[in-house]
């Protein structure tokens, strides 16, 4: 469980917001701590129950709300050939585009090979995938082509539009994250 302060409006169970890293006035405000610095900036959390305690705001007219909030599940788009069912990408390993290439970032920073290269998604990958035998399956709703083959769609479902608007809104662009 984690505390953290919410704008009244907005402190309802089930709410879901991307953490910021305050304002310039939060940093000398007394609930700094327990309102943004135990929150870790661009993880998307979750109120899980709100707290019948109101505090005062410089930020926020209305006041604020202590809630207890969860980090949520990241819904992340890679390349379908990388999806693998029931696999879990480490905690803290993430994904950023950058100029059309999409690296391997842990906390923030994007991580390097043996040779001091930026690591790239799909070389991180290659290991583990070599480790798989991949077959795609077929889904009752997958659109074939003549011979029956899948036929691979390039639009985004509604979750990955989703979820690309919420970054976006936020200035983030990311390929995909864990």
Not at 32 to 59: A, M, Q, W
Not at 68 to 85: N, R, T, W
Not at 140 to 147: G, I, R, S
Request: proline share 4%.
């Amino acid at each position: 469980m984690i505390l953290t302060l919410l704008p009244k409006n907005l402190a309802k169970a089930g709410f879901s917001f991307v953490a910021g890293k305050g304002d310039t006035e939060c940093k000398d405000c007394r609930f700094f701590k327990t309102c943004v610095d135990n929150l870790k900036p661009g993880r998307i959390y979750t109120v899980t129950s709100v707290r019948n305690i109101e505090h005062p705001c410089k930020i926020h007219d209305s006041g604020v709300k202590i809630v207890e909030v969860k980090e949520s599940q990241i819904e992340a788009a890679i390349p379908k050939k990388y999806a693998i069912e029931g696999a879990k990408i480490n905690q803290g390993i993430s994904f950023v585009t950058e100029n059309g290439k999409v690296y391997v970032t842990k906390e923030g920073q994007k991580q390097r090979n043996q040779s001091n290269e930026f690591i790239q998604y799909e070389d991180w990958l290659e290991p583990i995938l070599s480790k798989f035998e991949i077959k795609q399956r077929k889904t009752p709703d997958a659109k074939l082509d003549e011979k029956g083959n899948p036929i691979e769609i390039k639009e985004d479902s509604e979750a990955v539009k989703r979820l690309k608007a919420t970054y976006e809104a936020k200035g983030i662009t990311v390929g995909a994250t864990a």
